[in-house]
T-cell receptor
Framework: EAGVAQSPRYKIIEKRQSVAFWCNPISGHATLYWYQQILGQGPKLLIQ????????DSQLPKDRFSAERLKGVDSTLKIQPAKLEDSAVYLC????????????FGPGTRLLVL | DQQVKQNSPSLSVQEGRISILNCDYTNSMFDYFLWYKKYPAEGPTFLISISSIKDKNEDGRFTVFLNKSAKHLSLHIVPSQPGDSAVYFCAVNFGNEKLTFGTGTRLTIIP
């Protein structure tokens, strides 16, 4: 079974530029999450999707971050414009759905904002 | 505010000995607990989990213990192997389908 796919793996941009990350979850997984992991910290949830609907985006800085999962499968996370403090690893995770607690993570996208 | 704390940022253990990683959490009734392992430049990999109705779950060399009265979770690895060197994250589902992670413990197994 293929795991969670993410691209790109690495990205370097200058502040105020835009960047987008892509995630393809495990086939059949209804729930998709985006996390931000800053160096030395644990992953912090940004947004949770159930199929193509947003369940929780309370921790998403909506003035600069946006995310979508239009067809209920893959998802994109965008930052526009980026700030220095956005430098982090962005992790995508998926879960089958109700009653299955385990989330499976992709390899992440490491973002450096200069 | 629901919190998960891993108070030891690092731990070194001799190969073949037992590694014990600890995690504390704030109060909640409907909890599900997970341990993830993370190698550099990779995403976290699910290791083992336990629901709040149990106090122990074992999978090969890995055992997770849950002490609900102390709100404490621990992961035991025995015997420890060099490939176990990684960062270990404790994560808690406080009954809301979302995971709250600790800050991680870097485990180094000394050959």
């Amino acid at each position: 079974e293929a795991g969670v796919a993410q691209s790109p793996r690495y990205k370097i941009i200058e502040k105020r530029q835009s960047v987008a990350f892509w995630c393809n979850p495990i086939s059949g997984h209804a729930t998709l999450y985006w996390y931000q992991q800053i160096l030395g910290q644990g992953p912090k949830l940004l947004i949770q999707f159930q199929n193509n609907g947003v369940v929780d985006d309370s921790q998403l800085p909506k003035d600069r971050f946006s995310a979508e999962r239009l067809k209920g499968v893959d998802s994109t996370l965008k930052i526009q414009p980026a700030k220095l403090e956005d430098s982090a690893v962005y992790l995508c995770a998926s879960r089958i759905g109700m009653g299955q607690e385990t989330q499976y993570f992709g390899p992440g996208t490491r973002l450096l904002v200069l | 505010d629901q919190q998960v704390k891993q108070n030891s940022p690092s731990l070194s253990v001799q190969e073949g000995r037992i590694s014990i990683l600890n995690c504390d959490y704030t109060n909640s009734m409907f909890d599900y607990f997970l341990w993830y392992k993370k190698y550099p430049a990779e995403g976290p990999t699910f290791l083992i989990s336990i629901s709040s109705i149990k106090d122990k779950n074992e999978d090969g060399r890995f055992t997770v213990f849950l002490n609900k009265s102390a709100k404490h979770l621990s992961l035991h690895i025995v015997p420890s192997q060099p490939g176990d060197s990684a960062v270990y994250f404790c994560a808690v589902n406080f009954g809301n389908e979302k995971l709250t992670f600790g800050t991680g413990t870097r485990l180094t197994i000394i050959p």
